[in-house]
């Protein structure tokens, strides 16, 4: 049973693009991130995020199981998922995993024989109809 | 689903009995009233007539009975009003107007199946028919007696007394139920239902209790006239007092039952050939032409004591009906469209 | 995933007024679990499908069964297990709302008068206003309580969401998501405008002139559509696994909503996701159930979200 003043307030923008489940676990990152959840601190259940928004059940429960396969989160049964202990780091790792599979990514091509004009013009249209994609 | 029933029904039953309980007052109050100017008039010195050297006060006496009645007619017509208009009235609550605002949608998409809709329906309906009517009948029979309005086995006096009005109204109710399932809109079913309770109650009225009646053959031998029992009716053409004479006519001498039609057009040619003859023409002609065709005078008549037994086959006869059409509205329910 | 039996399944489903056919050729086997928004214009053949699955309509022909039992001349104990909410909401207008309840629990063997009593308590309805006086929004969440209190384990609502205020719609929506929360029951809603219902919604069934065009997970369509366009005018061949839904060709650019059924070949092509809206309105412009099948449809009375 969450307590009066639940951990986090998940919103959702249905204008985003961004699936509604997706929102939810980049939400609970950010979190993280920003230090406003700390391990051990308790997600609130299913039940108390359907009141908060208006939210298909099985989303949060995908979202959840989302956030417990990345680590970031623990079950614990009959009493909620909780933080992690090493979620934080897990959480920040991120911007630092990216740019590392980034390096990875571009030194594959480069051995597949792609040039850094090729890379960069892929780059480029998967950003760009990603952009399209929003609009 | 007996108390949804119930509660659907409520507010228009509680409307009924604080009618029935209205005209029941009514009945009492006029009742009692002509009771007692009757008595006045049937006792000495007037004994339901004008005696010499009573005349004046006699006449005031009967004036005062005619005025205590003056209110009959119209009061008899909504009693027995009152039988097909409350079945109809709950006839439409119980079927059509559900099926009008979608609620059998509610109904039938809960647990219990459609037939057990319709029979708590129809049973607290019936129930509610009984508890109204029962009480009304056994007031507007008493009124019958107490009023002298008309003998109970004649077609005037049948419907306000014993249980008519019951039957009746439990019949309408489930026509009413039945044709609300095809029509649907409670308005029309309503004016449809109305006009088809009032042509069956008519139809049972003038054509069906006419033949269940059973009744006694007699002959007459001259024109006599009788007071009749306290009820103030006078018996004649030898039909005694209450009963309801259906015909009368010539009949020959011997015979034990009305002639048909045929023999009663031969008979009054051959007596209409006798007064016209020079035997018809003496004085006591009339009498000596009947002797000489031997002819005699009868009458058909329902005797008062088969009253029950007319109440009970003709309340056979609506039950029979009704059952029928419950049971054509149990099979028309279940393949019926919400 | 699915080791337990369709929730809703329906074989050739079809019903006939007089010579029209309101619903044909209906062929869907829903998963449990899911809240299926039930989508298509006005006389799609909708309500049709919802009345049948609860047992109100009989079908002109084919079949339909819920739990994998046959659900035509639904028992006592099936109906139990089904919600149902009529378009019309209809309520027995005299009635105050705890007789509404009363008549829910007398007509029902199970029957949780806890849940109704806490979801208008939640609502601010007093059990006894009287029907009649309550504002339309109010009446359709007595309507709903009086389906969620019997704790089925399929709801078929028909356009729960229609006239309400948009609050009294979130209102509507949350207390479903609770119930589903809490039950794990499975939903379907019908609607005439998808955007209303599509948060809360993983499945989609698209109805146009009384036939099935779309029936799938949301989140299988939103994957295995795209949106492609290419820049030369003449009229392209689409490339492989492509299979086109609809298309609209103009002098300088061909561009169509795709299905695709193998990985596609990128070249001279713009590739984009579309929204569900878009997917959705793309099937029933074209009116067709699957790729090379079907009538031509035209829509009407099609509300944009």
Same mark, same amino acid.
């Given at each position: 049973m969450a307590s009066n003043d639940p951990t986090i307030r998940f919103r959702l923008?249905? %204008?985003? $693009?961004?699936s509604p489940y997706r929102q939810l676990v980049d939400q609970v990152r950010e979190a993280l991130v920003a230090g406003r959840l700390r391990p051990g601190d308790q997600l609130p259940a299913v039940r108390e995020v359907v009141t908060q928004i208006t939210i298909n059940p099985n989303t949060v429960h995908r979202a959840y199981r989302e956030l417990e396969y990345l680590g970031l989160t623990i079950p614990q049964r009959g009493l909620g998922t909780f933080i992690a202990a090493g979620a934080v780091d897990e959480a920040g790792d991120d911007q630092s995993n990216a740019a590392k599979r980034l390096r990875l990514l571009i030194d594959q091509m480069r051995a597949q024989g792609a040039s850094d004009e090729e890379i960069r013009a892929l780059v480029s249209n998967r950003l760009e109809s990603e952009i399209d994609a929003d609009s | 689903m007996t108390w949804t029933a119930w509660r659907r029904a409520r507010s228009v039953v509680i409307a009924m009995a604080v009618v029935v309980i209205v005209v029941g007052a009514v009945l009492l109050l006029t009742g009692f009233h002509q009771q007692i100017a009757w008595s006045e008039y049937l006792r000495r010195p007037c004994r339901g007539g004008y005696p010499t050297g009573h005349l004046d006060y006699c006449e005031r006496v009967a004036a005062k009975v005619a005025g205590a009645s003056r209110y009959n007619t119209a009061l008899v017509l909504v009693v027995i009003a009152l039988g097909p208009l409350f079945g109809v009235v709950l006839g439409v609550n119980a079927v059509a107007q559900e099926i009008e605002r979608r609620t059998v949608r509610l109904a039938w998409t809960q647990s219990g199946s459609r037939q057990k809709w319709l029979t708590s329906s129809f049973l607290v309906n019936i129930a509610t028919l009984v508890a109204l009517f029962v009480p009304l009948c056994l007031v507007a029979t008493w009124w019958n007696r107490a009023a002298h309005y008309? #003998?109970?086995?004649r077609l005037n006096g049948f419907p306000i007394t014993g249980f008519s009005i019951l039957f009746m109204s439990i019949f309408v109710f489930v026509l009413v139920g039945a044709v609300g399932m095809f029509v649907r809109r409670s308005g029309w079913t309503f004016a449809v239902g109305f006009v088809v309770a009032i042509a069956c109650i008519y139809a049972v009225e003038y054509y069906v209790r006419p033949d269940l009646a059973p009744t006694t053959f007699v002959k007459v031998g001259t024109s006599s006239v009788e007071l009749g029992s306290a009820s103030g009716f006078y018996g004649s053409n030898g039909v005694p007092p209450n009963?309801? @004479?259906?015909s009368n006519g010539m009949a020959l001498v011997g015979s034990k039952s009305a002639p048909s039609a045929a023999t009663m057009q031969t008979l009054s040619r051959k007596m209409n050939n006798c007064y016209a003859s020079p035997l018809g023409k003496e004085k006591n002609g009339d009498n000596s032409c009947l002797r000489k065709i031997h002819i005699e005078f009868f009458a058909l008549y329902v005797p008062d004591s088969e009253y029950w037994t007319v109440q009970l086959r003709e309340g056979s006869v609506y039950a029979g009906v009704t059952l029928l059409l419950a049971g054509a509205g149990f099979l028309t329910v279940r393949r019926m469209l919400a | 995933m699915t080791e337990s039996p369709a929730v809703l399944e329906a074989v050739g489903l079809g019903r006939r007024y007089r010579r029209t056919?309101?619903?044909? =050729?209906c062929t869907l086997s829903i998963p449990q679990g899911r809240v299926v928004a039930l989508v $298509?214009?006005? %006389?799609? $053949?909708k309500s049709t499908l919802l009345r049948i699955a609860a047992g109100l309509t009989p079908p002109t022909t084919g079949s339909l069964s819920l739990f994998g039992t046959?659900?035509? /001349?639904?028992t006592p104990s099936l109906k139990s297990r089904v919600g149902f909410l009529d378009q019309e909401r209809p309520?027995?207008?005299? +009635?105050?709302v705890s007789e509404i309840l009363h008549f829910g629990q007398s007509s029902?063997?199970?029957? /949780?008068m806890t849940v109704a009593h806490e979801h208008l308590d939640r609502l601010n309805i007093?059990?006894?206003?009287r029907v009649s006086k309550l504002s339309g929004g109010q009446q359709a969440q007595v309507a709903l309580t009086v389906c969620l209190a019997k704790e089925p384990e399929l709801l078929l609502l028909d @356009? #729960?969401?229609?006239?309400? =205020?948009p609050v009294a719609r979130e209102d509507l929506l949350r207390l479903l998501m609770r119930q589903v929360a809490d039950s794990g029951s499975s939903v379907v809603l019908s609607t005439h405008s998808l955007s209303d219902v599509a948060a809360i919604c993983d499945y989609v069934v698209v109805l146009a002139r009384s036939r099935v065009v779309l029936a799938d997970d949301i989140e299988f369509v939103l994957e295995s559509h795209r949106l492609i366009s290419s820049l030369? %005018? =003449?009229?392209a061949v689409l490339p492989d696994g492509a299979i086109s839904v609809d298309e609209r060709n103009s002098a300088r650019q061909t561009s169509a909503l795709v299905r695709v059924e193998?990985?596609?070949?990128?070249?001279g092509w713009k590739i984009e996701q579309p929204t569900l809206e878009e997917i959705v309105m793309a099937y029933l412009r074209a009116g067709?159930?699957? #790729? +090379? @099948?079907g009538d031509e449809v035209r829509f009407e009375n099609w509300e944009r979200p």
């Open positions: 923008d249905p %204008g985003s $693009g961004v | 008309a #003998p109970r086995i009963a309801w @004479e259906k | 056919w309101a619903l044909s =050729d $298509g214009p006005n %006389g799609a $053949g046959n659900a035509l /001349n639904p309520l027995y207008s005299s +009635f105050r029902n063997p199970s029957w /949780n007093s059990l006894r206003s @356009e #729960p969401a229609a006239a309400l =205020d030369r %005018g =003449d009229a193998l990985p596609l070949n990128e070249a067709i159930a699957s #790729p +090379f @099948e």
